[in-house]
């Protein structure tokens, strides 16, 4: 907090209060920061967000670069690793259950998926032909 006798802003030493904060950067002029330098405010009278500079660097990247560098951060990596180890679990647990439903000799054979899927092709059309009869 502020006391009623200092400044918003503590200029050097070197700084009376009625300079502008910009005239390090034009040379003593005072006026607008497009006044100061030409290129707008000064490193030096300017604080930085931390994201900004990323932000700059962003840009001039088209779109399909910055998605490549957002999927390329841990923080996605790891959130897309746990989505796909879920998802190929749910696919699993169906294969499962799908294999409880088909006859088979014997009973407990581990089939592979595509075993499963052609071994539930036969088993549908047998039933689809025993219900025509």
């Known amino acids: 907090m502020l006391n009623s006798d200092q400044t918003e802003i503590d200029l050097p030493p070197t700084h009376s ?3 502008s904060v910009f005239s390090d950067c034009g040379g003593g002029r005072t006026g607008s920061a497009e006044d100061a330098g030409g290129v707008g405010l000064c490193a030096q009278s300017r604080v ?4 900004e500079a990323v ?3 962003l840009q001039h990247l088209s779109r399909e670069e910055r998605r490549r560098r957002r999927r390329a951060t841990a923080k996605y990596r790891t959130a897309h690793a746990t989505r796909e180890r879920i998802r190929v679990e749910a696919f699993n647990m169906a294969f499962a259950e799908l294999r409880k439903l088909l006859p ?13 899927l052609r071994l539930a092709i036969c088993y549908i059309s047998y039933l689809n ?4 009869v």
């Not at 000799?105 to 075993?115: A, H």
């Not at 032909?129 to 025509?132: I, K, R």
């Open 104 to 116: 088979t000799l014997p009973p407990d054979k581990k089939l592979s998926k595509i075993e499963i």
């Open 17 to 19: 209060e009625s300079e």
């Open 48 to 51: 930085a967000e931390p994201g």
């Open 55 to 57: 932000k700059k660097d």
């Open 129 to 132: 032909h025993v219900l025509d």
